[in-house]
């Protein structure tokens, strides 16, 4: 599976960026996509995550209410709709996902996903 990450960017505090996940080489029709995002000098952070099979989604606190996780099956990809963005939103956005099934406890576990994508950058200035 490769997984391609697009639609970051620079964008001011309260404004909007949607960002894609596109999968090629299997179909998303089964598992979990997860978010993760990373700032310069800190861990990897839990963003959101979409089961496919219960067509759950999940989020991390700090996005709950402002960030969207969606899909398009006929597209094969994952998008990540982010609104009343914060400066510590910055980051380097990346996708993963998992063809196996996990419970909604562990979707924000990084080491459930089996492929991932390259980041792409999002920059919010205040």
């Known amino acids: 599976v490769q997984l391609q990450a697009s639609g970051g960017g620079l964008a001011q505090a309260g404004g909007s960026l949607r960002l894609s996940c596109a999968a090629s080489?299997?179909?998303?029709?089964?598992?979990?996509v997860g978010w993760f995002r990373q700032a310069p000098g800190k861990e990897r952070e839990f963003v959101a995550a979409?089961?496919?099979?219960?067509?759950?989604?999940h989020y991390g606190d700090s996005v709950k209410g402002r960030f969207t996780i969606s899909r398009d099956n006929a597209k094969n990809t994952v998008y990540l709709q982010m609104n009343s963005l914060k400066p510590e939103d910055t980051g380097v956005y990346s996708c993963?996902?998992?063809?196996?099934?996990?419970?909604?406890?562990?979707?924000?576990?990084?080491?459930?996903?089996?492929?991932w994508g390259q980041g792409t950058l999002v920059t919010v200035s205040s």
């Open positions: 993963a996902v998992t063809p196996r099934r996990f419970n909604s406890g562990s979707v924000s576990w990084p080491q459930i996903y089996d492929y």
């Open positions: 979409i089961r496919w099979s219960f067509s759950s989604t």
């Open positions: 080489g299997r179909t998303l029709d089964s598992g979990t």
